[in-house]
Each structure stands twice: as C-alpha cells, then as structure tokens.
C-alpha cells in the first residue's frame, strides 16, 4: 500500500511539475484516479524499474526564432550609408552663444555655427546621412528622394569602409524614390527586387541601414498592416513593419526572408524620433517600376487618364442607386485629355480599369499611374445605374499636369475680369439654398466663368443640410440626379421628382466660379 501510494503521488508530483514525458502527463490528466491505482497494483515495481529520463537544461532548449544571422552577413555589403552635403547661406545675423572655456559642449557649438560668423551671413555646410542599396553591380543606387533633395554633394559610404562619389540619376517626389549612379572599380554586391504583392501579414521581414549615423544596423519584425494611406503623396499604399526603423534608414531596403527588397524604408510615426514599432516601406510592387523609368529616361513617364474624381460615399452611391458604395466619381473631365471625346463623362463611376478592381477612389490614380503611355486599356464605368465597357488610350500623366494647371488658370484669367454688380432677385429657397438665373448680373457679382451653365446659389442657411456640405453663394448647381438644370424652377420640379421617388438625398454637381466640378449629397427635407 505504501509503495502504491508513494507511486501515484510520485506520477502526480513528476506531471505537476512538467518532468514526466509528454505521453505520460496526457495519461496522468485523461485517466480516473481509480485505473491509475489499479494500474499501480498491478505493476507497483515498473516505475521503480525503469531508468529515470534525463531532464534537460533549459540552455539546451532552442529559444526564438531561427537565426537570421546567414541572411544579414549577406546582404550587408549590398546597403550603403548616404551622405549628403548643401552650402547654405545663413540669414541669422545674431552671434554665436558663448560657453564656457573647456566645457564639454564647446567643440559642438564651434562645429555647429562653424562659418556663420562673419559679415553678412557666410555660407555654412549643411550635413545629412541617409540609407540606400545597390540594385546593379556596375554602380545603381536606390534611395529616399528626401535624403538626397538639394544636396551639393553625394557620397555613399559602404561597408568595408571604401567611398563613392554618387552622380543623381533621377528622382520622383511622388513615391520619394531617388536613383543614384557611382562608378566603381569592380563589381559591387547588389540586392535584386521581389514581389510585395506576395508578402502577407505576419511574414518575417529584415530592415537593414544607418540609424543615427551609427552604420549598417541590422533588426527584424513582420508585416503590420499592408496598402497603408498616410496622406505622403497620390500613390501611397505602404508596407508597416514593427522591424526598428530610426532616423537615417530612409531609403534603405526591407527584405524578405529569401533576401529580396520587398520596401524602401521610407517613413515612421513617432512622438520621439525613435522608433515605436509603426514604420512604413514603399512596396516594390510600386517602386520598381518608377526605378525601371528614372534608370531609361532619367524621369517618370506615367499613365493619364485625364479626369478629376472624387470619392463615393454611401449618399452619393444611395443618389445614383449603387448597392455599395465603391469606385472613382467623376467630377469632371480636363480639355483636350485622353476621355474629352466623351468616352467617359462627368456623373460616370470608374469601378475596374484594365481588370483591375477600383475599390475606392485612391486605387485609381495609382493603377492608371503604373500603366505605360499609349496603352489602351479597358475602362468599366456605371452610367445611369447600368454598366458601361468603354476602351481608352491612356495620354502621360506629366503632359497632363501642365494641361490642367494651364487650364486652370485661363479660368481665373476669365473670372478675374468680371466687375462687381449686385446680384439678381433671388428665387424661392430650396433646401436651405437661394437660388437665382444664372445671368450676366451674376456671372459678374460671383466672378463666374462664361463656360459654367446652371443655376446660381445667391445665399446658404447656415443651419442647413446644404451648409453642412459647404455649399456657398457662388456655387452654381450644374446637375441635380445626372439631370441637368438651368433655372430655379428646374431645381424645384427635380426635388419634387426625388421625393415622390422617396429618395433620401439629391446628388448635386457644383461648379465653383472657376468651373472647377464636384459632386455632393444634400437630405431632402
């Protein structure tokens, strides 16, 4: 009895205390204390028999993930340190602070205001260090467009210690992307491109490059989030990584765990400087297509569509009878652009181009932009509640920006020459807006283009919904449900019609004074 005792307490106390193999905690916990008893009398020496496992030391226990440390040696000679130098003029006339003799700060404040003494304010060298990585044995360089932005001189600095002087071969202040040229004397090791698309949340990802100046530093985290927006440019779709990214790994790589740049480090949030965990790449699905350009042309030659979107809300999608609220609005289409043929008109949802999903309106600009000039593409747009198949030929994105700023300023040269007068009687208030002819009288109180047709809003109660959608005096109503309207009266009959259709909101087309378009909702009360 006492050695069946001493055993079932000895198996008890060996599977609390985790030393029994793994198979023998599972019988321990799963069988009723009475089998064990019996199985104890019937075989009360068999523990005592058999010899004792081992117990391993926990230092023999693997801990963390595999090491990366074949990875990193490898590709360390690939990342480089950018420096940067800018001859500035200082304009600060006021002396350099005095500090005591010997102090410890005095060789920092003799270099930091070294050459701003003197009369007038003389020039002053200006330093910065950044990151980047080489993409081409013969010498090309990736970067941050920021590291390199206004700098005099450009030098990379590698890991064996040798340096370069780095030639600028392109940039894009779109996606902050920069390409450098150096000129070596042998092949250098370079880093070839992956694929971002494949990279998943939670994937294992190495960010490599020269945090505060203290050279090639290596850290590791996974993917965050992916297709992040952080209002930085037109295009942004970037990777998160909790990978420890600081100050100077601007323009260094982001690799995947084959050893291919998934990212260009390019941004971070932090109320400190330092990392916290939240920092952003431009994924290669993005970047190697604008390297691909500034390597051949030295510039970026993008796709241009030629219209101005807007998103669709849940109202405005609700107003034009969409079951969900997804795709580009068009609010309006520029002169002499590559849809001016009215292929595609304003009042039009974009919801696919060239098979590709617009989801929402931020997904178009970038498709259109990473698709080449010249190509034509199909365009899936809704049109009065029905799908529409239209074909385009895309025009370059470059030529368009000088066309619609062009554009633009004809209308303000238009619009400035118009003199003050008072405006006409107004009509009747509809939906917190009074409205009046759009006639000369007002074109010229408002200062109205000659090319805006409709009917003009003389005055907005500020407690109404049409205020709440910054409707102001000047606006001229183009459009009201894709109908257009071209007096006070029209307005008033289209109302009437959306409310005997027990429709919630009326979609509205504004024109502001320049004949800039927009769409909005307003409650119909």
């Known amino acids: 009895m006492g050695t069946r005792v001493l055993a079932t307490t000895l198996s008890a106390l060996l599977a609390s205390t985790g030393m029994l193999p793994a198979t023998a905690r599972a019988q321990a916990q799963i069988q009723p204390p009475d089998q064990a008893q019996v199985q104890a009398q019937v075989q009360p020496q068999k523990l005592a028999q058999q010899p004792q496992t081992p117990l391993q030391s926990p230092l023999q226990v693997p801990q963390g993930p595999q090491s990366v440390a074949d990875l990193a040696e490898r590709l360390l000679g690939a990342v480089v340190n950018i420096s940067t130098s800018q001859n500035v003029k200082s304009d600060d006339d006021a002396p350099a602070p005095q500090v005591p003799e010997g102090s410890p700060f005095q060789d920092f404040f003799d270099e930091f205001f070294k050459g701003e003494e003197g009369e007038g304010g003389s020039p002053r060298t200006v330093n910065s260090l950044g990151s980047g990585f ?57 880093v070839p491109f992956g694929d971002s698309r494949q990279m998943r949340i939670g994937d294992w990802v190495m960010a490599i490059g020269n945090p505060f100046g203290l050279g090639g530093s290596v850290s590791v985290g996974i993917i965050s989030a992916r297709g992040r927006n952080i209002n930085a440019g037109p295009y942004d779709n970037f990777i998160q990584t909790d990978a420890a990214i600081n100050r100077g790994n601007s323009g260094g790589p982001l690799f995947n765990m084959k050893g291919e740049v998934i990212g260009i480090n390019t941004a971070i949030i932090s109320p400190s400087g330092g990392s916290i965990g939240i920092g952003f790449s431009v994924p290669t699905e993005l970047a190697e297509n604008v390297i691909m350009q500034l390597r051949e042309f030295g510039e970026t030659r993008r796709g241009w ?62 498709v259109v932009a990473e698709s080449p000039v010249g190509k034509a593409v199909d365009v899936v747009v809704i049109r009065d509640g029905k799908e529409v198949n239209v074909k385009v030929t895309l025009g370059r994105l470059e030529d368009g920006e000088k066309l619609a700023e062009n554009e633009a300023q004809s209308d303000e040269d238009k619009g400035s020459d118009k003199s003050q007068a008072e405006p006409g009687k107004p009509a009747p208030v509809i939906l917190g807006m009074t409205l009046g002819a759009l006639d000369e009288a007002a074109r010229k109180t408002y200062s109205i283009v000659d090319t805006v047709k409709g009917v003009v809003v003389t005055a907005v109660d500020e407690t109404s919904a049409a205020a709440e959608r910054r409707i102001q005096a000047g606006d001229v109503i183009v459009e009201i449900g894709q109908e257009a309207v071209s007096s006070p009266e029209d307005v008033s009959k289209r109302i009437a019609e959306l409310k005997s259709q027990d429709r919630r909101n009326a979609l509205l087309m504004i024109a502001d004074k320049t004949g800039a378009l927009r769409f909005v909702t307003v409650r119909i009360e």
Do not use: C, W, Y
């Not at 064996?160 to 092949?187: N, Q, Y």
């Not at 979107?309 to 009878?321: C, F, R, Y």
């Open 134 to 190: 080489v993409i081409d044995p013969t010498g090309f360089i990736v970067t941050n467009n920021h590291v390199i932005e206004g700098a005099d001189d450009i030098e990379a600095n590698f890991a064996d210690g040798s340096k370069l002087k780095a030639k600028l071969v392109g940039v894009d202040s779109k996606t902050d992307l920069a390409l450098l040229k150096v000129e070596p004397k042998s092949p250098l090791v370079a």
């Open 305 to 366: 569509l030629g219209v101005r979107i807007q998103p669709v809300t849940d109202d405005i999608a609700e107003s034009l009878g969409m079951a969900t609220a997804k795709g580009a609005l068009v609010a309006g289409v520029i002169k002499d652009g590559p849809v001016d043929n009215g292929v595609i008109k304003t009042g039009d949802v974009i919801v696919r181009f060239d098979g590709k999903e617009v989801d929402e309106m931020r997904d178009l600009p970038r």
